[in-house]
């Protein structure tokens, strides 16, 4: 049975009409009163852009029953945004999940994903946030295993809260296994290593694809990469205060000679 | 008298044609051999976002005497790891700066800069990375003053290298008053309190543009707010590690009901 005391604002990168943002929608409704605004168009990559050369479109639509939803034509982090500002009007949701991404964010991702993007937006708005990635691209990707644990971290967030600055990444590894439950992980040393196919266009100009292989140079038994390939649900907290505090001592014994 | 030892890498995020990326270009060429790669179009506010939906264009262009020069279709950290894949094919170079931006990146701003994005990318790439900006938005933005911090600043991160993972986002103040020094900060805790702008069509259909206010909440003496405040040249070491490392210990207390 419902408890509607909660207000939840659900977001994504893959576009309002993706099988993963529906699949978040069905969980979230059983926890309280659902708000979606997400992008018109798929924003994977995005990271944490904003739209600030040219206006934005904000649409209400009906697709899912008994859930108030909006298309933006902007970016995930447009859409939390606008979702704050003339959706909620400053009566912050109480919670903002982002997802089901389809493709992982763990790791490195996290900061070119336009999922996590959008969760650190709501983590920024100071609204508890928790984006989540599985690892299936496919648009046929069976998100029922997910669901579970989904109910049960959102659960936790709502009773527990998070600190200031602080937002869950959590991922979900494939289901060709049994899941072992969750780990609490840090984001693995890991990157890609790109690769650009280079091609020629009918009028000879050369033009190039992005490719790449992800590399994990992480041995740790720690992170969220390790825990994936264990078959856990990985769950890595993540702050947006970006300074290398500890790099500030050794900075502070160069000598500048202005 | 250049030094051509050093082989160095220039982006911005304000496309190739700005003149801040002209007068960034300027000072570097006195420190070493100089490689551009930048947007063919302005991508202020385009954070760490990448290209991956569509094919990237990378032409070679001429523009300024004894520099090689190209011109990306694709956002900041696209023009990085084109250069570091398809220029200098693996062979890295010894220094990225990114910049001069038209504006400032202190604070939150990190986040979603491009300028900041690019030299993120450049530090996951393993490369020693800058990001300068400045606080005049103009076409006419006067980067005189700026320049003998940057040609100190470069040189001593091409002297002493910086730790793996870290960067460094070094902002200038106005220039209505003589400055004052470099300051080594943390990342101020502000952000931007948003607002959109709601207006009409010629066929009556709402839309939106972001606005909104840069709100200072730390009253602290070591952030990069406060020293551009007090005239100084703002040095903020950044990481790309977005892990939240003290909340995993408290969320490892939670009891997952699974």
Known sequence: M??????????????????GIKALI???????????????SPQSGMGHAITIGKPLRLDKIKLYEGVEMYKCSGTPVDCVKLAVNKIFKGQKPDLCVSGINHGLN???????????????????????????????????????GCKKYIKEICTQVLANGLQQGVLLNVNFPKNDKPL????????????WAE?????????KRNYYWLTGVFQNNDKGEDSDVWAL??????????????TAHHAISSLNAWNFNI
Chains 1, 2 share one sequence.
């Not at 072992?180 to 990157?191: H, L, V």
């Not at 390939?229 to 702050?239: C, I, L, M, T």
Request: charged share 25%; aromatic share 10%; proline share 5%.
């Open 195 to 203: 690769d650009f196919e280079e091609r020629q266009d009918p009028y």
């Open 26 to 40: 069905e969980v979230v409704k059983e926890l309280g009163e659902v708000t979606v605004v997400a992008p018109d």
């Open 229 to 242: 390939n264990n078959h856990y649900v990985s769950v890595v907290p993540v702050q947006f205060d970006m």
């Open 180 to 191: 072992k439950g969750i780990k609490i992980c840090r984001q693995a040393n890991a990157k």
């Open 2 to 19: 419902a408890d509607k005391k909660y207000r939840i604002l659900v977001v994504n990168d893959d576009g309002v009409t993706a099988p």
């Open 106 to 144: 763990n790791s490195i991702n996290v900061i070119y994903s336009g999922t996590m993007s959008a969760a650190v937006e709501g983590a920024i708005e100071s609204i508890p946030s928790v984006g989540f990635s599985y690892d299936d691209y496919t648009w046929e990707a069976d998100f029922v």
